[in-house]
């Protein structure tokens, strides 16, 4: 009952930029909270970037001060600004819906194809 599909991604020089949108279908209305993950080969698939449906939002470590996160509940999209990008972010990125509880984001596993980012020169 939860349909994603990410948009946005490509291959981009250290330091550039991409803003990845996420399409949003859901007939969970409890599932309120939105989020970024990215997983890279041989890496755990991990948290980059949520949102509250209030729009409190939290980053990882690695990526605050450059990744944005934002909502557009008229169109149900979910946008990933991704600024100063280097090969670390280098990844398939995936948006999610989940809860807001205590603090955290709580993912419900529901997940889209994802959209690949290469930062490479």
């Known amino acids: 009952q939860v349909q994603l599909v990410e948009s946005g991604g490509g291959l981009v020089q250290p330091g550039g930029s991409l803003r990845l949108s996420c399409a949003v279908s859901?007939?969970?209305?409890?599932?309120?909270?939105r989020a970024w993950y990215r997983q890279a080969p041989g890496k755990e698939r991990e948290l980059v970037a949520f949102?509250?449906?209030?729009?409190?939002?939290n980053y990882a470590d690695s990526v605050k001060g450059r990744f944005t996160i934002s909502r557009d509940g008229a169109k149900n999209t979910v946008y990933l600004q991704m600024n100063s990008l280097n090969p670390g972010d280098t990844a398939n990125y995936y948006c999610?819906?989940?809860?807001?509880?205590?603090?955290?984001?709580?993912?419900?596993?529901?997940w889209g194809q994802g959209t690949q980012v290469t930062v490479s020169s």
């Open positions: 999610n819906v989940g809860v807001y509880s205590s603090g955290r984001y709580v993912s419900r596993n529901y």
């Open positions: 949102i509250s449906s209030g729009g409190t939002t």
């Open positions: 859901s007939s969970i209305f409890s599932f309120n909270a």
